[in-house]
């Protein structure tokens, strides 16, 4: 069957510390990769986006892997703030899945970051 | 700015009556889309519109309609509320075009209850 699996347990880190979190795939081919960053009570917020013949992605403190033999991403959260606390959601665009931009998101992985 | 707008943020229906849920855009994206997201899971592509091209996802349900009247404005119908749709509808728009792809952009959601 196609999953999206993101860490269900919330991850807790310090401040200041690399915040990793891990989006993996099964039974799909995405032609591209994106993260958003969801906060509660609001919709979500596209972070970055990476292509299938991309390894990583880099925005300020944020950097995403893509490894489309493993079928997973890795996104980095640098020096982690408290602000940097929220729900991060993968989404995959399908190669094929037409000129819609159609995407599919996993649960996403609830950060939090500790003063 | 520019944005994804809902209406309302909050919204309240008996079971079985009838209710609709907006949203309008001035980013002038020509795809928009409908999301359900219930507590902690992935949000639900229900359907989209690629300008006036309805698209339905093949398992949502027919209680769920939308229409489109022009560029700016996208609405969901949900005929006759259950319980089980009791959640946040999220809609989000993107632009299509040739040779490139834009992620979506949200809007803050409505949070449906059902009494």
């Known amino acids: 069957s196609q999953k999206i699996e993101q860490n269900s347990e919330a991850l807790n880190i310090q401040e200041g510390k690399t915040a990793t979190l891990t989006c993996n795939y099964t039974n799909y081919s995405p032609a591209y990769l994106q993260w958003y960053r969801q906060d509660p009570g609001r919709g979500p917020v596209f972070l970055l986006l990476i292509r299938e013949n991309e390894k990583e992605k880099r925005k300020e403190r944020l950097k995403v892997t893509f490894d489309t033999t493993l079928k997973q991403s890795l996104f980095h959260i640098t020096a982690s703030q408290p602000a940097d606390s929220a729900t991060y959601l993968c989404a995959l665009h399908l190669r094929g899945g037409g000129a819609t931009n159609k995407l599919i998101f996993g649960t996403g992985t609830l950060l939090a970051v500790q003063p | 700015d520019a944005m994804v707008i809902q209406n309302p943020r909050y919204q309240v229906t008996q079971f079985g009556k009838p209710v609709t849920l907006s949203c309008s855009q001035t980013l002038n994206h020509n795809v928009m889309y409908w999301y359900q997201q219930k507590s902690s899971q992935a949000p639900k592509l229900l359907f989209h519109?690629?300008?006036?091209?309805?698209?339905n996802e093949a398992d949502t349900p027919d209680n769920f309609q939308s229409r489109r009247p022009n560029t700016s404005f996208c609405f969901l119908d949900i005929r006759s509320p259950g319980l089980g749709d009791a959640a946040m509808y999220l809609c989000?728009?993107?632009?299509?075009?040739?040779?490139?792809?834009?992620?979506?952009?949200f809007g803050d959601g409505t949070r449906l209850s059902i009494l």
């Open positions: 989000a728009t993107s632009r299509v075009e040739q040779g490139g792809y834009q992620p979506q952009h």
């Open positions: 519109y690629y300008d006036k091209d309805f698209n």
